[in-house]
């Protein structure tokens, strides 16, 4: 289920950060519907897809990690 943690983590920052998913998408260069499946799981963000969101919300990959212990949502 990580692909369903990164998922998570990554609209909780989105949703903090004040983005709508068509703002992001927008901005890391992928469709909503790429977004969408992203953070309901059912797809597994690529690492450059990652590093991309990251650099957009202005968080680390650590942070987005859904390894790191600390939770967001």
Known sequence: ??????GRR???FRKLKGYT?????KDI???VSIL???ERGSRT???EIIEKISRALGIS???LNP?????VD
């Open 1 to 6: 289920m990580e692909t369903d943690r990164w």
């Open 10 to 12: 990554i609209r909780a």
């Open 21 to 25: 998913q068509e703002g992001l998408a």
């Open 29 to 31: 260069g992928v469709s």
């Open 36 to 38: 969408g499946e992203i």
């Open 45 to 47: 963000p690529a690492n």
């Open 61 to 63: 990959i650590n942070e």
């Open 67 to 71: 390894g790191n212990v600390q939770e």
